[in-house]
Each structure stands twice: as structure tokens, then as C-alpha cells.
């Protein structure tokens, strides 16, 4: 066994005991850089964004931003409490901006910095809407999904090394075209997959939070309608994107709607 093999295995035990675990699912998750680096780095990035974008700041719109995101985090912050994970959100520090950009998007980084563009509140329509889109960002920094993208990456990488010593001693082109077919086969079966599964993992996590807040869950299906309907088919295959379909999502959220609302009851929330 050549030294490069002992240092593929090796880092490949030590990424594998490097597990965390989601409250929110029971699941084990990747978990190789820890938060206490990720959230220092996250901070300063959201920093430097928001220094170069127009922050938008004591606004009616921008007040509502705020509001419904220190709603989604109490909620998340009973769930955790009445779950015994009450020092789970050590090290988060919450910060919700409202930005001026034509983009239907929003988006969290870990550790709780969150960014809504103007261009995604038509889409929302109404707080229940932002809400939703709310409860589902706030869901990706809950579940760690920043942390865990960054260990899959590692895991690629690491990967990578060990393709290259399994054909080291190749010709120059085979080793290129397995190279090729590891980049290939490495997102479209590993990482796209994996991005899509945490957006499903955020939209069920997000529609519970969500609910506990006391907005109807019902209301993250009609946001996903009215995303679809602007959409015009203009999407990539889903097996080609990093989100789930929007008929996708709409029915899984519509199956899941049930379930956020008897979670909800469990804290004196209810529905008609």
C-alpha cells in the first residue's frame, strides 16, 4: 500500500467519525469543518455583502422582514426547548435584511444571517407567504445545511484524490477520462442529489416552524403556485438542478401540511 493510499484512507475514517446529528430529523449528517470556524467566516461574508448591496432599513417592508424572522426563530426556539435541545443555537446570531434586487430569492447563511430581496415579496404576497420563505431559510441554518454542503465538498475532493491513485498508473487519457466521469457521476448522482435533498429537508422543517409561529401552512404551497406560475417552464430537469421541482415541492408541502399543523397543536397552535 503506497503512502498516498494510507493518506486517502486515513482522512477517509477520520471524515466519517466527523458526524453531527439534526434534531429536527434524528439524522446523522457530515459534519467535518465545525460551526465555531463556518460562523465566523459566514459573519464576515454577510458582512462584506451587505456593505456592497442597498440595505433597505425602517421601511414598512423592511420592519416585516424582521418581525416574521424573530417569529420563525422563536418558534424554532420552543421546538428545540420542548425537544431538549435547548443549547442547540449556541454560537447562531439571527440577522434578518430586507435588499434591493429584482431576484425572486432569499437566503441564509450559517449561523442565522438572512437576506430577502425585494423582488421575491410579490411572491409572497402577504406575511403568511413570507413567512414561509422564512421558516425554510431559517430551516437551512437550523439543519446545518451550510456546514454539511462544505463536508460534502471535502468528501468530493477527497474523493477525487483516491480516483487519481486508483489509475495512477494509466495511460494519460484513461486516467482523464475517468477523471471526467468521477466530475460527472460525483454531482449529477452525489452533490445535486444532496442539494436537493436539503431544500426538501428545509421546506418540511420550515412548514413545522413555520405553523408553531402561528401561520397557516397552507400558505407555503400557494407561494411555491405562484413561483411555478412565473416560472413559464423555464427550470433545468430536476435531476440537473439544485432544488427540487416546483410540482415537486408543491406536493410534497401539500403532504406535509397535516403534519406542521399537529406539530403545532402540540404548543397551543391551531388551525381552522
Known amino acids: 500500500m503506497n503512502n498516498k493510499v494510507k493518506i486517502v484512507l486515513v482522512l477517509l475514517v477520520a471524515l466519517v467519525l466527523s458526524c453531527a446529528k439534526n434534531p429536527f430529523t434524528g439524522k446523522s449528517t457530515m459534519a467535518f469543518v465545525p460551526n465555531s470556524q463556518i460562523f465566523p467566516m459566514a459573519f464576515q461574508q454577510y458582512g462584506q455583502f451587505l456593505s456592497e448591496n442597498k440595505v433597505l432599513k425602517g421601511t414598512p417592508e423592511a420592519k416585516k422582514i424582521e418581525t416574521i424572522g424573530m417569529k420563525i426563530k422563536t418558534?424554532?426556539?420552543?421546538?428545540?426547548?420542548?425537544?431538549?435541545?435547548?443549547?442547540?443555537?449556541?454560537?447562531?446570531n439571527w440577522e434578518y435584511n430586507l435588499v434591493e434586487s429584482k431576484e425572486l430569492n432569499a437566503w441564509c447563511m450559517p449561523g442565522g444571517k438572512i437576506v430577502f430581496y425585494t423582488g421575491i415579496l410579490p411572491v409572497c404576497k402577504d406575511d403568511a407567504g413570507i413567512a414561509a420563505v422564512m421558516g425554510h431559510e431559517v430551516a437551512h441554518a437550523l439543519a446545518n445545511h451550510g456546514q454539511q454542503r462544505m463536508s460534502a465538498g471535502l468528501l468530493q475532493q477527497l474523493g477525487a484524490v483516491g480516483a487519481q491513485v486508483a489509475v495512477g498508473n494509466k495511460s494519460a487519457e484513461t486516467q482523464q477520462l475517468v477523471m471526467q466521469a468521477y466530475g460527472v457521476g460525483s454531482q449529477v448522482g452525489g452533490m445535486l442529489p444532496f442539494s436537493r435533498s436539503h431544500e426538501s429537508e428545509a421546506d418540511m422543517i420550515g412548514l413545522t416552524l413555520m405553523a408553531i409561529a402561528g401561520y397557516d401552512p397552507i400558505n407555503a404551497v400557494k407561494v411555491w403556485e405562484r413561483m411555478s406560475a412565473l416560472s413559464s417552464g423555464s427550470a433545468p430537469p430536476e435531476i440537473l438542478s439544485t432544488h427540487p421541482s416546483n410540482e415537486t415541492r408543491i406536493r410534497e408541502l401539500t403532504a406535509l401540511v397535516p403534519s406542521a399543523k399537529s406539530e403545532a397543536a402540540k404548543f397551543g397552535v391551531t388551525f381552522k
Do not use: K
Open 75 to 92: 418558534a424554532s426556539e420552543r421546538w428545540l426547548n420542548a425537544n431538549g435541545h435547548s443549547d442547540y443555537l449556541e454560537g447562531y
